[in-house]
C-alpha cells in the first residue's frame, strides 16, 4: 500500500506559477493551496485543477503554513514555494522516501537560487537548504513572521536531489518582496518593544553587506553578487526604517 501524499502551497498573486505548481506536484494524492486573496488571476487558474483552493487572509507566514498543514488529509507533507521548480527526479524521491522504512520524520531539501538570470554559487546561498518534506504529526512552522522553519524535535534528513529557486522576475519584484519581509520583521520587533538605534542603522546593513559578499564570497558572483548582496544590506535598513516610522506613527 502506498503511503498518501499532501502538497501543500500558500499564495498571492501567482498566476505565472501557479499552473505550473500543480503541473509538478501532481505526483501528491492531493494538493491544498491557501490563498492569501489573490487580485490577479491565481484562484481562477488553479480551480481549472484538481485542487482544494482555500482563502484566508495572510497575517504572517508561520501562521499561514500551519493553517495549511491542519488542512492536510495525509501525513506525509511537501511544501515548496511557488517559486521553486521540483524535477521528477526530486518527486520521484519524495514518492521511493515516504513509502521505505525510514526513521526520519523530515527532509531537507538543497535550492540552488537564480538571481537576474544568473545561478548564484556563493553569495551566502551555497548552503542554503529548507525542509519540504515532513511528517505533519512531528512538524510545525516556528511562528517567525517571515523565513519561518520547521520545528521538531525528530531527527531531519536530507534528499539527494535539489529545487531551482526562481524567485526573481524583475528588480521591482524582487525589490518589494524584500520590502514586504522587512514591515513584517518590523511589526515583530515593535511588538517586542524593540527601538532602533545607531547601531540598527548603520551596523546592521553594513554587516550584512559585508557577511555576504566576502565573508559568504558574493564577490565570486560578479555583479549578480554585489547587486544581490546590496538589496539584501537595503532591506535590513528598511527593517529599522519601518520599525522607526512606526514608533512616529508615520506611514
Known amino acids: 500500500m502506498n503511503t498518501k501524499i499532501s502538497a501543500l502551497a500558500i499564495t498571492y498573486n501567482e498566476e505565472d506559477n501557479i499552473e505550473k505548481y500543480i503541473a509538478q506536484l501532481s505526483f501528491a494524492d492531493e494538493i491544498i493551496i491557501v490563498d492569501s486573496f489573490s487580485t490577479d488571476n491565481t484562484v481562477e487558474l ?6 482544494t483552493l482555500l482563502q484566508r487572509k495572510f497575517d504572517d507566514f508561520s501562521s499561514q503554513k500551519n493553517f495549511a498543514i491542519d488542512q492536510a488529509s495525509h501525513d506525509w507533507i511537501t511544501f515548496f514555494d511557488l517559486d521553486e521548480e521540483v524535477p ?17 520524520k523530515a527532509y531537507h531539501v538543497k535550492r540552488d537560487f537564480h538571481f537576474m538570470g544568473k545561478r548564484m554559487k ?12 515532513f511528517h505533519k504529526k512531528y512538524c510545525r512552522y516556528n511562528g517567525k513572521p517571515v523565513h519561518e522553519t520547521i520545528e521538531t524535535t525528530e ?23 524584500l520590502s514586504q519581509y522587512s514591515r513584517l520583521q518590523a511589526a515583530a520587533l515593535y511588538k517586542k518593544n524593540v527601538r532602533p538605534n545607531a547601531y540598527h542603522f548603520f551596523f546592521r546593513p553594513w554587516y550584512r553587506f559585508v557577511h555576504q559578499y566576502f565573508l559568504r564570497l558574493g564577490i565570486l558572483d560578479g555583479k549578480e553578487g554585489f547587486i544581490l548582496c546590496y538589496v539584501h544590506a537595503f532591506s535590513v535598513f528598511k527593517r529599522y526604517l519601518q520599525l522607526w516610522t512606526m514608533y512616529r506613527k508615520i506611514d
Open 88 to 104: 521528477k527526479a526530486l518527486a520521484d524521491e519524495i514518492i521511493a522516501t515516504v513509502n521505505s522504512s525510514t526513521s526520519e
Open 122 to 133: 556563493y553569495s551566502g546561498f551555497q548552503t542554503d537548504i529548507s525542509v519540504r518534506l
Open 46 to 51: 488553479a480551480k481549472k485543477h484538481n485542487v
Open 155 to 177: 531527527k531531519i534528513g536530507k534528499l539527494q536531489h535539489a529545487v531551482a529557486h526562481q524567485t526573481y522576475k524583475s528588480f521591482d519584484n524582487y525589490n518589494e518582496k
